[in-house]
């Protein structure tokens, strides 16, 4: 399919653009196979330079998956669907309260290797006075513009697996899957225009626990 004009240093997607990208993207369920539903919120954020994401870097106190780099999420709670419980967590970890009016949409879901099914969902923050991010599960808390995820991914080869890792060159590091598969669909669907699929892309063994 033809790809869509690609926005410019000069031209900032606006809210209604990128639900319309949404909308328009067939997102894949997956299954759940015995496996647990969990859910990631790409929560947008604009203070009138542009929206971007959140990303977080994990407390290093916590039991799994301690330091790395994440998108708010968590477990779907029993009677949730993923848009209650990516709102939930939002707020749980970052103090930020949504209602529904703030869902712009859903990518695929990404199976991980720890477990999990994960949805990720899409959300319109705008502008935020303060965040009060939860220390027991949240070390730092970064926002990346839009046009600074629009970087090339890397794909590497592993013993373990023949499916290819994804890294992601974001924040002066290498951030890998879940989260490099999640934010590199979200910027292939809403910056390229593009229908790509990512449940292919491999995580490091270190992220398979």
């Known amino acids: 399919m033809a790809e869509e004009p690609r926005p410019g240093p000069a031209r900032v997607l606006a809210r209604e653009e990128i639900a319309d990208r949404l909308r328009r993207f067939p997102a894949e369920p997956l299954p759940a196979r015995g496996l647990r539903a969990a859910a990631v919120a790409l929560a947008l954020v604009d203070h009138g330079d542009g929206p971007g994401i959140w990303l977080t870097e994990r407390a290093a106190t916590l039991r799994t ?11 779907i ?3 949730e669907d993923a848009e209650q419980a990516a709102l939930r967590e939002l707020h749980e970890e970052l103090g930020v309260r ?9 990518l695929d879901d990404y199976a991980t290797r720890s477990g999990y099914v994960i949805t990720p969902v899409v959300l319109w ?7 009060e991010p939860n220390p027991a599960e949240v070390a730092r808390v970064h926002r990346i513009g839009l046009p600074e995820l629009d970087v090339a991914p890397r794909f590497i080869s592993i013993p373990e697996s023949d499916r290819p890792v994804i890294q992601l060159p974001l924040l002066g590091v290498l951030v890998h899957a879940p989260t490099a598969a999640v934010v590199h669909q979200f910027t292939e669907v809403v910056l390229r225009g593009r229908h790509t699929r990512v449940a292919d892309l491999e995580q490091p063994v270190f992220a398979w626990r």
């Open 65 to 75: 998956h301690a330091g790395q780099f994440a998108l708010p999420g968590g477990r």
């Open 77 to 79: 709670d029993p009677g």
């Open 98 to 106: 949504m209602g529904p009016e703030a869902v712009l949409g859903r």
């Open 125 to 131: 923050i705008g502008a935020v006075d303060r965040l």
